[in-house]
Nanobody, 130 residues
């Protein structure tokens, strides 16, 4: 079983920054490892659906972002540490949400939709005050 644990959320003023981290542990019996899977961040604001924020390919060579965060958020990964990072800058009140880390269902595929990811962390709260 794979476990994903997020950290780094908090309360910040508009314009501020946070560094969200997600570390994977555990194992599957497929023979694949962390470095074979794309990773992503999603977020869910109160009363709203969970939406895609950013994803990164298994090697880290390709990244994807929702339009509303382009130029402000950066996703990266360190496969040696089984970690994926979301650096969030120039935060706005509308970025307030619980941020979730997720692992792709299928090795060597990088998606942007919820149903392409099967392992999820517990979430970390980001609150941006105006």
């Amino acid at each position: 079983q794979v476990q994903l644990v997020e950290s780094g959320g908090g309360l910040v003023q508009a314009g501020g920054s946070l560094r969200l981290s997600c570390t994977a542990s555990g194992r599957t019996f497929s023979g694949y490892t962390f470095s074979d899977y794309a990773m992503a961040w999603f977020r869910q604001a109160p009363g709203k659906e969970r939406i895609f924020v950013a994803s990164i390919s298994w090697s880290g060579s390709r990244t994807y972002y929702v339009d509303s965060v382009k130029g402000r958020f950066t996703i990266s990964r360190d496969n040696a540490k089984n970690t994926v990072i979301l650096q969030v800058n120039s935060l706005k009140p509308e970025d307030t949400a619980v941020y979730y880390c997720a692992r792709a269902k299928t090795p060597y595929t990088t998606g942007t939709s919820l149903d392409e990811y099967d392992y999820w962390g517990q979430g970390t709260q980001v609150t941006v005050s105006s």
